[in-house]
């Protein structure tokens, strides 16, 4: 059971609560067909809970949908009877329904996604595929954690239902050779399972990347019951970790993905995507959170857009980079109200641990990069992070935040100084170009941080007068 609140825009909203309790309503449910009697009330005195703190905080609108231990159970709609009572409206989501959001959810997180989802929860497991922005309708199967026996002969019983499923479904063709997209809390406690053993120096899960073979060595790692686990989940998933790598590793040898890719989106935020309306789907949320998260940090002004205009000449980048490189620029000023000597520290932090989706562990080491040469530190403190990246990657974000820091001290931060002046690169030549009158803005400490910017683009520095 979970209450997540959202706030901030609807393309890429907030969590500004997120309270949840393992209650289990799907313990037993295959031998019995009804709702674990304790997991019951457990659940229910959560959402009454709930329900009295989304009245307190005034919660403008609200959804609650109910999923596979819900939809399956015998006494399923007298449990939804039992939330009607306590003053929730519940949606019993169906199958195609349930698979479909997990679809969008993907889709919010990662508009680029292409291949096959996987949403695996306590009661069932959903497949979908995503393709050119869309979800299909997806099937789900009654594999979830809860139900999951790790015996020989339960492998064998999930292995036989997921082969008959993913034939019936057609789900083959399409994803061999694709990725598979993980979506579930299960499968993100296995993400924090293999970073712990593979020492990955950035703990966020979002788009954080295995390679199907992973699989069979996490398997290995959880019957091996390695007390130092305990540090990389919460006990109630890492009870649950063996069904979920059981799974994860038949699913890897019936799809033959070509990576896999962990989400922390899923039918929540599918469910608020899918209510939007085409131009807002197609916002890049990374841009939309980067300027909300500057927005009340900025002294005089959010100019990020303005600033990333004035570097631009110096750089020709990549439309990958170009995205990375404006909302390293939005986030420009976002320390300045931190002591100077934590500057760095708070933009490096800021990118490295922001809620940020549509961006990959690697896209938030360039951003770090970015903002910590922006405020004054050339290097990241952790140099295991600077192995995510691609060759050139670091430098160039370095080189990004010099023109970054340039072009604050120029201005004061203040955007009517940048309209007037402009900066180039040609000829071998990195040329400030100031408006006649008011060269005074050129003082020391604007020379060196052009100085230095001319050294790392390979360029002789120059000011001009327009």
Known sequence: MRLVVYAGPPRIPTPIFNEKVLAGLGVGLDETGRLDSYARELALAALRRFKLLIDHMKVRQTYVVATAAIRDAEDGAEFVDELNEIGFDCEVLSAEEEAYLAGEGILSGIPEAEGTVGDLGGGSLELVCVAAGKSSEGISLPLGVLRLDTSNNGERKARKALKSAIKDAGLREFSKGRPFYMVGGSWRALARIDMFATNFPLPITHQYRMKPDRTRTLRKLLRALDPRLAGAAAAPRLATSPQAAMLLDLLVDELEPSQLIVSTYGI???????????????????????????????????????????????????????????????????????????????????????????????????????????????????????????????????????????????????????????????????????????????????????????????????????
Not at 304 to 328: K, N, T, Y
């Open 268 to 466: 929540r935020e599918g469910l608020l995507y899918s209510k939007l309306k085409p131009a807002a789907r197609r916002m890049d949320p990374l841009i939309i959170e980067a300027r909300e998260a500057a927005g009340s940090e900025h002294r005089f002004g959010q100019h990020g857009d303005l600033l990333e205009q004035w570097i631009a000449p110096v750089f020709e980048d990549r439309p990958e980079m170009h995205r990375l490189r404006l909302a390293s620029c939005l986030l420009a000023d976002v320390a300045w109200q931190a002591t100077p000597g934590f500057r760095a520290e708070r933009g490096i932090e800021m990118a490295l641990h922001g809620n940020w989706v549509a961006v990959s562990p690697a896209q938030r080491v360039i951003m770090a990069q970015a903002l910590s040469s922006n405020f004054g530190l050339d290097s990241l403190p952790d140099p295991r992070l600077a192995q995510l990246c691609k060759d050139g990657q670091l430098k160039r974000a370095h080189c990004w935040g010099l023109a970054m820091r340039l072009g604050q001290r120029l201005s004061g931060g203040v955007a009517s100084v940048l309209k007037k002046t402009r900066l180039s690169a040609e000829d071998g030549k990195l040329r400030l170009h100031v408006k006649k009158g008011e060269e005074a803005l050129i003082g020391d400490a604007v020379e060196r941080r052009l100085g230095r910017l001319a050294e790392a683009v390979g360029c002789e520095p120059v000011i001009s007068t327009i």
